[in-house]
């Protein structure tokens, strides 16, 4: 894949800003292909090299109670140095194929916070 020009992944999603950095697991110019889940949320950690854990609020509907009930999750994703996600920002995650033990998720685009 050429370094300069972004491959389309399937997504209506602004393209990343920062350059490649020869990371094979990159959706826009590696090899990676995304598929299935569309997530939302805030990163709330990134320590670890390209790893970003990311927590999804949720609202769910309670029937019994007739009320909604506020729940949220912490998952693990892949984080490409072309994207460049860091604490706070809030991010779009798309789901791909295993790429560790818990890994199992990729930031696809990048908004500040």
């Not at 602004?14 to 949320?41: C, H, M, T």
């Not at 789901?95 to 930031?107: A, G, I, M, N, Q």
């Amino acid at each position: 894949m050429s370094k300069d020009k972004a491959r389309d992944i399937g997504i209506d999603v602004e393209k990343p800003a920062n350059p490649w950095d020869g990371d094979p697991n990159d959706p826009f110019y590696g090899s990676l292909s995304v598929r299935g889940q569309i997530l939302r949320g805030t990163v709330v950690k990134a320590k670890a090299q390209k790893t970003v854990v990311v927590q999804i609020n949720k609202m769910k509907y309670d029937s019994k109670y007739e009320r909604y009930a506020r729940s949220s999750s912490k998952i693990s994703a892949h984080s490409p140095a072309s994207v460049g996600a860091s604490e706070g920002d809030i991010v779009t995650l798309m789901e791909c194929r295993p790429l560790s033990k818990t890994k199992s998720f990729v930031v696809i685009e990048r908004r500040d916070a």
